[in-house]
């Protein structure tokens, strides 16, 4: 038997009273139907939600509180205090993670210092993080004392350095510097400069097969480090 489809929302105007004077089976099922599509709409909403590349955005985090409950770390001994995200160890690629790992194009602000002779930095769209030197995939960009450069590089399970520039004066260990990396799509731009004075320098590259999404986070290789004012912002979609 056709049925005819513009006819289907009487269905949702029959009242409680005309359905017990339908059979039962038919009765049901069709509750069935609408209590599955229901369901459906609710479920690929709140999915919908949950994978938002928007979800959380902006995010900061200042550290006044002094917890970090909302990081995991991989290797490193941190703590916060004092409005400062501290690695006390210098551990070769010790990293903190945080943040959706649906987060896709955005715009990542941190003041960092070395605590010594290495390098620290921020990290962009990380997953499968585990402990280990280059034990995730991942954007890094941070400052390297050793050749006094600011440095790009793509990890995924090991380490590919992308682009590096140097700074135009030595890094100093326990001062602070502002890092601000912009992803979107497989372009990368990074900037850094001394809090306080100097023209940022910049370095702005396109990664082949990139990362396409994930979480942040902050890393040092063979120094630990210090981190404060963290703030993750969305990128408006491309054409609206």
């Known amino acids: 038997?056709?049925?005819?489809?513009?006819?289907?929302p009487v269905i949702m105007r029959i009242n409680?009273?005309?359905a017990e004077f339908m059979p039962p089976l038919i009765r049901d099922f069709g509750l069935f139907v609408v209590a599955a599509m229901v369901g459906g709409v609710v479920v690929m909403g709140t999915v919908h939600f949950l994978r938002s590349p928007f979800r959380g955005l902006p995010y900061r985090?200042?550290?006044?509180?002094?917890s970090n409950s909302e990081w995991i770390a991989y290797d490193g001994n941190w703590t916060a205090?004092?409005?400062v995200m501290v690695n006390e160890s210098n551990e070769r690629g010790a990293k903190l993670v945080t943040g959706s790992p649906y987060w896709t194009d955005y715009?990542?602000?941190?003041?960092?210092a070395l605590n010594s002779t290495g390098e620290a930095g921020i990290l962009a769209r990380v997953s499968d993080a585990e402990p280990g030197v280059d034990s995730y995939s991942g954007i890094y960009g941070g400052l390297r004392d050793r050749d006094e450069s600011l440095v790009i590089g793509v990890a995924d399970h090991d380490w590919n350095e992308i682009s590096t520039k140097p700074m135009p004066s030595p890094i100093l260990s326990n001062v602070w510097y502002h890092l601000r990396m912009e992803v979107r799509g497989c372009h990368v731009n990074l900037t850094a400069s001394q809090n306080g004075g100097g023209a940022p320098v910049r370095l702005d590259v396109s990664i082949p097969q990139c990362p396409a999404q994930g979480k942040i986070g902050l890393r040092s290789y063979d120094s630990?480090?210090?981190?404060?004012d963290v703030l993750v912002t969305a990128l408006p979609r491309v054409g609206r």
Do not use: E
């Open 61 to 66: 985090d200042d550290f006044a509180n002094g």
């Open 107 to 112: 715009v990542l602000d941190a003041d960092i």
């Open 1 to 8: 038997m056709l049925v005819d489809v513009r006819q289907a």
């Open 81 to 83: 205090h004092s409005g």
């Open 224 to 228: 630990g480090g210090q981190w404060k």
């Open 16 to 18: 409680l009273s005309d």
